[in-house]
């Protein structure tokens, strides 16, 4: 399946002609225009009880027996004050008012992480190996984090509705095509590790991802150079065997160390912060 928004050929043009049709919003966090034809307390609902379905059948482990549950718990802890102090600053905490963090470890052997809209996240046990450290751990859940905030799922599924379902609400789309519109869901957000069950992102948003990635984990006191290590590793473990939300896009891990490499005076920056 193809996200109708990863094609190159559709130019900004052809973005403002479909602006005119449908709602297009302003990102808080870029300030560029996108479509987003599903409000986002719409989406947020719908991840609210795909996440609780998830949770269901992937038993979270407890941070209070489990050290490695405790580290996911604290790094989403101080990544996510990070956000809310980096919104409060720029007055913009009322675009977080839906927000309700959770963050979990499930006991799965994909290397795989992500985070919903309205905040909850999953981190995978099969990350784990590949993370080794904390700061790395704050790298890839300060990137999942970021798909969020930068909307990147709610743009790929307003995409798939409108190639697949010809636009439908969100709420029509439930109560007529139920199956179809949670399988969108789960492709939009990369959900589930069955392989052809994610689209990968693009590598505009993956790369945006990393940017504001690293400034959350400047911002919440963890080293963000150690994504270039990480990506030295998870180079190493992918091996083409299974493939992770984080690699299966367009920047091939050198591009993607050298666009690290340029963010990171940035992210440093905001170290304290
Ligand atoms: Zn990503």
Partial sequence: MINLFSRKCLGMAALASICFLFSCTQNAL???????MIPEAEVQSLASSQY????????????KTNANAAMVNRVGVNITKAVNRFY??????????GYQWEYNLVNDNA???W????????????????????????VVMGHEVSHALLQH??????????????????????????SETQDIFMQAYGIGTEVGMMLPFSRKHELEADR?????????????????AFWDRMEKASGGQQ????????????????????YLPEALGYRGK
């Fill in 88 to 97: 409060a600053s720029n007055k913009k905490s009322a675009v977080l008012n």
């Fill in 52 to 63: 609780k379905d998830f949770i269901k059948t992937h038993a979270a482990v407890n941070p």
């Fill in 243 to 262: 493939v992770p939300e984080f690699l299966r896009t367009h920047p091939s891990d050198a591009i993607r160390k050298e666009k690290i490499k340029s």
């Fill in 115 to 138: 985070c919903m809209p309205g905040g909850k996240i999953v981190v995978y046990s099969g990350l784990l190996p590949v993370t080794i450290n904390e700061n790395a751990l704050a």
């Fill in 30 to 36: 870029t300030g560029k225009k996108q479509l987003t």
């Fill in 212 to 228: 504001y990635g690293l400034i959350w984990a400047a911002m919440a006191g963890y080293d963000p150079s150690e994504a270039l």
């Fill in 111 to 113: 290397v795989n992480a």
């Fill in 153 to 178: 799922g709610n743009q790929r599924m307003s995409g798939s509705m409108l190639q697949q379902l010809g636009g439908m609400t969100l709420s029509v789309a439930l109560s007529k095509k139920p």
